[in-house]
């Protein structure tokens, strides 16, 4: 019909063509434009087609979103392009394509789209790498979840639902979403407990609210006349205001006072609070911190309460803001800025802001990756950011209207903006929707360091980094760390690492000459405890208390001597400052004739204070009264 006739036109279009040729390529099976009239009992043919045509529109979607910035993750469209990929690589299974295929659909899709969308080409390598990453993730756990759900469905041939509890442990343990193991489901004639699989979820979410509650403040007004407006911050220009005391604000735990403006920060977006002091009627307060309420004031956090009390709303205040803690502060807000340009410039355009904390000791940015850094991806961000600050680049910020923001100001899907935004623009290059304080000029950062990289969740990496005196004092403490170690080396700050890559290989020699000397000693000592055996009914004893390196080597030197006995029982023990370890072996025929290992050490590590235990035929233990030692040894003969 003609239905049927524009759906294979449209799939014969140069659009999928290159697709369904890799596909084949990748499968050995060919598309044959079959159309499915049923849910269930599906040809093969039809079972095939239906997987070209899922794979097709799958990596397109992926490969668009990931060019577009969007990665895999745990939550929002972050998810959906996992699902749309977990699926995908689902798909592909039932076609019998190896792991690692799904990047190489990557290559069709630019061919045919990106003609016509240019981030394709682009961006193509970083699609593969995500697409290959997530591929390695999954495919770890891929096999094992499609095991569970098999043994399960065996298990329950005659039931017509899986289980809420199993489709959970699918997604929780394995990562398989909902969607997924319904159509796992759906192919068996199966509909799954999606009920119990919400509460099941209802519950992890709810332990996962208990685990990150914090304080909420809520101001306890008296009266109805209390003023409920907006503090007016007055901060990006001025760090000293007189201002109106409005309201005393107390909680269980804290005093906070509410002025009608102030020059204080309140911590938000990432950036902390500031401090300073409030001075009324001569009474100095000093502020630790500063918040902002749902109604949009400002809360300064008082550090004590003085003997004189509180002040009376109304009261005439002078505010002053830390000035140096203020500015430590905006050099690392300033940095955060900086380190994001140079990641996308870096790692790609697909980073993104995922959180953010400026103090004035230093600041960490969570940002959107699928892979650890390089050793010099670090190096190249550190390089790109103290390059610009060493510039001195102007630091400029102004208000404008949300759509009408310069063409390359970042801002940040999922974040509330309003009609009016401040924009944050450093140099030019560097552009971002912020409210927060920063430097005039990049030049007062004075320098950043790269202090760690890591993972925090899947797609999600972090840096921590200092800037500014912090900056200074930390690579103070390395030189510092460096120097020491110079010294003990007695070796120059280029020299150390030529300097300890000698010492080591030295050790190393001198470790195995070691071993070498020790090997011969062994064997003598091993012949001598031989020789020195009791026979008792056919088996030779040997219990003695010996001197040796490390436990291990008590272990190999019992071992040569039951070697030499032949039949028989060895018992060892060795002292190892005020404590012993100890060790048993019983050979074939002495197990037959009663003696066990494991029995022999606990009774021996008994003894000395200790325990121990094993095999019948070899055992190891410890003591505490190493004193004990040679007489508990002696006696067993």
């Not at 993104?352 to 400026?358: D, E, F």
């Not at 190999?556 to 190892?576: C, D, I, P, W």
Request: proline share 3%; glycine share 8%; charged share 25%.
């Amino acid at each position: 019909n003609a239905l049927d006739a524009a759906r294979i036109a449209f799939e014969e279009a140069d659009v999928f063509a290159p697709l369904f040729r890799k596909i084949t390529d990748l499968s050995g099976r060919t598309y044959a434009r079959t159309v499915p009239t049923k849910r269930e009992g599906l040809s093969e043919q039809e079972q095939t087609d239906i997987a070209f045509r899922v794979l097709a529109d799958h990596a397109r979607t992926i490969s668009c979103a990931i060019a577009d910035g969007i990665l895999p993750g745990n939550e929002g469209r972050n998810y959906v392009i996992r699902r749309i990929l977990r699926r995908g690589i689902l798909y592909g299974k039932k076609l019998g394509l190896k792991a690692g295929f799904f990047e190489q659909l990557v290559a069709p899709v630019v061919e045919s789209l990106g003609p016509v969308f240019p981030e394709l080409v682009q961006q193509q390598e970083i699609i593969r790498r995500v697409i290959r990453s997530e591929e390695e993730s999954f495919g770890r756990t891929l096999d094992r979840g499609l095991a569970l759900f098999y043994k399960a469905f065996d298990a329950n041939s005659a039931s017509s639902k899986v289980e809420g509890a199993l489709a959970f442990e699918l997604y929780d343990t394995y990562g398989f979403p909902l969607d997924m193991t319904q159509l796992l489901a759906t192919e068996r004639g199966l509909t799954v407990d999606t009920a119990e699989f919400e509460r099941l979820m209802e519950q992890q979410r709810e332990r996962a609210r208990a685990s990150q509650k914090k304080e909420v403040i809520v101001a306890a007004t008296e009266g109805e006349s209390v003023d409920q407006k907006p503090t007016d911050f007055v901060g990006y220009s001025e760090t000293q205001a007189a201002a109106t005391l409005v309201e005393v604000v107390k909680t269980d735990k804290d005093t906070y006072l509410v002025f009608d403006r102030t020059p204080f920060y309140a911590e938000m977006g990432g950036q902390a609070g500031d401090t300073g002091t409030v001075t009324i009627a001569g009474t100095d307060f000093a502020v630790a911190d500063t918040i902002k309420d749902k109604s949009g004031r400002f809360l300064h956090k008082l550090a004590s309460v003085p003997a004189s009390g509180l002040p009376a709303a109304s009261s005439a205040a002078t505010l002053r803001v830390s000035v140096d803690r203020r500015r430590a502060i905006s050099r690392h807000h300033s940095a955060a800025h900086l380190i994001h340009w140079a990641l996308r410039k870096v790692l790609g355009t697909h980073v993104r802001q995922a959180g953010t904390s400026k103090t004035s000791e230093r600041m960490r940015f969570d940002f959107s990756h699928f892979e650890a850094m390089t050793p010099e991806q670090l190096k190249e961000v550190e390089r790109l950011v103290n390059e610009k600050v060493i510039d001195n680049a102007p630091v400029s910020a102004y208000e404008t209207d949300f759509d009408k923001k310069p063409e390359g100001t970042l801002a940040f899907f999922g974040d509330k903006y309003g009609a009016r935004v401040r924009v944050v623009d450093i140099g030019g290059y560097s552009r971002e929707l912020c409210g927060g304080t920063h430097v005039a000029t990049t030049g007062e950062i004075g320098l950043i360091k790269v202090v760690a990289e890591m993972a925090i969740a899947a797609g999600t990496r972090r840096i921590e980094a200092v800037a500014g005196q912090a900056a200074f004092d930390f690579v103070a403490q390395r030189e510092a760390a460096l120097a020491a170690v110079g010294s003990l080396l007695s070796a120059g700050p280029n020299d150390v690492a030529k300097k300890l890559e000698t010492l080591l290989a030295h050790q190393k020699d001198l470790e195995k000459k070691l071993r070498a000397i020790e090997q011969k000693a062994s064997a003598a000592l091993s012949a001598e405890l031989a020789a020195a055996a009791v026979e008792k009914n056919g088996l030779k004893f040997v219990s003695a208390a010996v001197t040796v390196s490390e436990p291990e080597a008590l272990r190999h030197l019992g071992s040569q001597v039951l070697a030499r006995l032949g039949e028989g029982v060895v018992t060892l023990g060795a002292a190892f400052g005020d404590k012993t370890s100890l060790v048993a072996f019983c050979s074939p025929a002495a197990i037959k004739a009663g003696f066990q290992a494991g029995k022999l050490i606990g009774e021996i590590a008994g003894q000395l204070g200790g325990k121990g235990g094993g095999k019948p035929d070899f055992a190891m233990g410890g003591g505490k009264d190493a004193a004990k030692l040679e007489a508990v040894m002696a006696a067993r003969l």
